[in-house]
Structure formats: structure tokens, C-alpha cells
């Protein structure tokens, strides 16, 4: 979404760097058609937080990694953005509730084991086997 970039241009960029890219965002605007539904992906500062520093990472990523300031910094940012965007529709999903990639992961391969066994226990098919 093109109007979000100016977030990190915001947070990111000095003055005179600002400048710049403020007058190249206002001649590129005119040509970027509006989308036709915005989806939001919600998240409170320290879910996000909990997500970052649960990934597994080389050294060289963890290097990369966002600090805790400017990610609370920058999720601030995209809520003050999204509460006054009114451009085009605008679905907002909470995903606090959502676990990350390795816990889903190992929750499905453990409930599927889980019903496998109890599945053949009850004489149950499961993918062909019995």
C-alpha cells in the first residue's frame, strides 16, 4: 500500500532526506490508483514483541532484528495511521490471538499424531491405513 510508506519514511529518514521524499511521494501519487480494500493486520506492541524475539535466527538476521523501541515506535505509527485512514475500505483482523509459524506448526503435528492414535484406536481410516 503506497500511502503506508511514508511510516518509515517518517520514522527512518532525516530532514533533508524527508524533503526528497516527500516531493518524489507527491509526484508518484497521482499515478497509484487507491486499492480496493485495505486489510489490516492488528497486533498490541507486545505480541509483535513476543514474535520477534521467538523467531530462531543466524546471527547475521538477529543483526537485522528491529529494536523494542522502534517497533513499539512503528506499531504506534501504523494504529494512528489506520484509525484515520478512510481512503478505501479498511478490514481490520486482531491477530493477537494467532500463534506464530513454530508453535502452529508443532500443535498440528502433535494433534495429528494425537488423533492418528486415537482414530486407529476407534477402527477409524485415516489415510488409508486402519
Known sequence: MFDKDKIFAYLNLDDNELFIYQRLYELLARDVPPPDLVVYLQAPTDVLLRRVHSRRMDAE???LQPDDDY??????AYHHFFFHYNV???LVVETSQFDSDAQRRSARRSR????????RGRGITCRGRK
Open 61 to 63: 538476521a538477529v543483526a
Open 71 to 76: 517497533l513499539r515506535e512503528l506499531n504506534e
Open 88 to 90: 478505501t475500505p479498511l
Open 112 to 119: 495429528s499424531s494425537r488423533s492418528a492414535r486415537w482414530d
